[in-house]
């Protein structure tokens, strides 16, 4: 009897280790819809970085970037504080929020 009960516990912690079915499902999906990468010899790699390390922007060509970056970042933030639903969705919500509840 207690062979049975641990061989059922056993099976039972090894079934919940594995992922659900619609996990596998997007899984399998992702890796098949791309592409694999290509896998590049080390050395190409080195000699990439050293040769965009050699070519230097100015400051004033950083500071351009940096400022554009400020800006969109900051017009992102002001777009994000805005409401989510408008005023009639919201009306219409809690309008059947409220049917339902009686």
């Known amino acids: 009897m207690r062979i ?10 090894l ?14 999906a992702s890796v098949s ?9 080390l050395q190409d790699l080195l000699n990439a970085g050293n040769d965009t390390a050699s070519t230097q922007i100015s400051a004033q060509e950083q500071g351009a970037r940096l400022t554009s970056r400020v800006n969109g970042l900051k017009s992102r933030a002001r777009r994000l504080q805005g409401p989510v639903i408008d005023e ?4 219409r919500l ?7 509840n009686g």
Not at 4 to 13: E, H, N
Not at 15 to 28: F, L, Q, T, Y
């Open 4 to 13: 049975l009960l641990f061989t059922c516990l056993a099976g039972l912690t």
């Open 15 to 28: 079934i919940a280790c594995a992922p659900p079915a619609h996990i596998r499902a997007v899984e399998e």
């Open 33 to 41: 819809r791309g592409d694999w990468p290509e896998i590049l010899p």
């Open 88 to 91: 009639a969705r919201r009306a």
């Open 94 to 100: 809690l309008a059947a929020l409220s049917r339902e």
